[in-house]
């Protein structure tokens, strides 16, 4: 079944709200961590959840620059040599929110249209990264 130029434009409109939902939960979620103290962040929780609360937003936004760097650059993946700052945090997830949405304003974009392969040797639908880096960070924000 081809799909019409229309149904592509209602598509991308859906993706970009998605993802403009997506960097509205992380800003507010980094924001309202941003009054606690280090003492709070890096305090160990003594509920089943894992990790301090620092480290569950690093994870996060560093998850999120990944798969975007799946898309379109894998040379640009990172993670943090010291545990971040909340203004660190907060600059990496508005960067990276904001080329997200940017990409996937325009589903003809090849970065959207080409497979993604990983260094085991695994192929991935550029798709399946966009559904993963909205659902993981959703998880993480619960």
């Known amino acids: 079944m081809q799909r019409s130029r229309k149904d592509m434009q209602m598509d991308t409109t859906i993706l970009e709200r998605i993802f403009e939902h997506n960097n509205w939960a992380n800003a507010l979620i980094i924001q309202a961590c941003s009054t606690l103290d280090d003492e709070q962040l890096d305090a160990e929780p003594s509920s089943a959840t894992k990790g301090t609360i620092r480290q569950t937003l690093a994870h996060l936004v560093n998850s999120e620059h990944n798969y975007l760097s799946d898309l379109v650059d894998p ?21 990276t929110g904001e080329k997200f949405l940017t990409l996937v304003k325009d589903a003809s974009n090849p970065s959207l249209q080409t497979q993604v392969y990983t260094d085991d040797g695994y192929t991935i639908e550029p798709w399946v990264i966009v559904l993963q880096a909205i659902n993981h960070a959703t998880e993480h924000r619960e």
Request: no cysteine; proline share 10%.
């Open 75 to 95: 040379q640009a993946r990172f993670n943090w040599q010291a545990p971040p700052s909340i203004t660190e945090l907060r600059q990496v997830a508005l960067t």
